[in-house]
C-alpha cells in the first residue's frame, strides 16, 4: 500500500498522540523504568503538549491507508537575541514495522525541503547518545555533531547526553 507525506490536520491529534508515544516507547522503552518512561510521556507526549506544539511546530505524517506510520516535526528553536538563523528537527519517528524501508529517509526529506527550513541558515537536533542507527541515519543526511546536552529526568538526575548535531544548509 502507497504511502503519503502530508501535512498535519486539527482532527489528526487523536492519532499524532497514539503515534508519538507508540514510537517513543519502542525505541526508548527498553532503557527506562516505567515511572520514567511515564513521566516522559506525560511531559513531552500528552495529548495537550501535542496540541500546545502543533500551533507553532511542522508535523508531517506519514500515512498508510488510514494508519500513522512516522512523523518529523520541525520549528524554530528557543528565541534567542538576535534571532538563531536556524530550524530545530525536534522529533523524528518511523513505527518499527515500517523502518528500514527508506521512510525515515522520505521524512527528512520533505523536512528539509520545507520552505521554513530552506529558509534557515542550519537545522540542527538531539540525538540520544546509544542511538547509534540513528546517528548514522542522520550522517548521510550531512549533520555532523556540534556539542553535547544532558537529559535530565524527573528528579534533576542527569540520564545521559543527547547529541547536538548540526547541517548546514548550504549543501542543498
Ligand atoms: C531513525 C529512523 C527515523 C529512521 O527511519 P527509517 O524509516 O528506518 O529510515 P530509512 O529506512 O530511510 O533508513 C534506515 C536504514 O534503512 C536503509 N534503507 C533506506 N532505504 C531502504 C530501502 N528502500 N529498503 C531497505 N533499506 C533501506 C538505510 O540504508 C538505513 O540503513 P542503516 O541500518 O545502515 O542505517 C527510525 O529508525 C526510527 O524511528 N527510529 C526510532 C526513533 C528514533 O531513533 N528517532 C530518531 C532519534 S530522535
Redesign the pocket.
Known sequence: METQIRPIRAEDLTALVVLAQQ??R??YGHEMDSAALSWHLETYLSRSRLHEMMQHDVFLLAEQGAQLI?YVQFGATQPTDPPADEVEIR??????V???????????KAALAHPQVQAAGRAV????HT?T??Q??YA?FGFVQIGEQPYLTQAGDIAGVDLLLCRRQIQD
Open positions: 514510537t517513543y519502542a525505541a512516522g522529533r523524528l519517528y518511523v513505527l518499527p515500517a523502518q528500514n524501508q527508506g521512510l525515515g529517509s522520505r521524512l527528512m537536533l538531539g540525538v540520544w542511538n542507527a540513528a548514522r541515519f548521510r
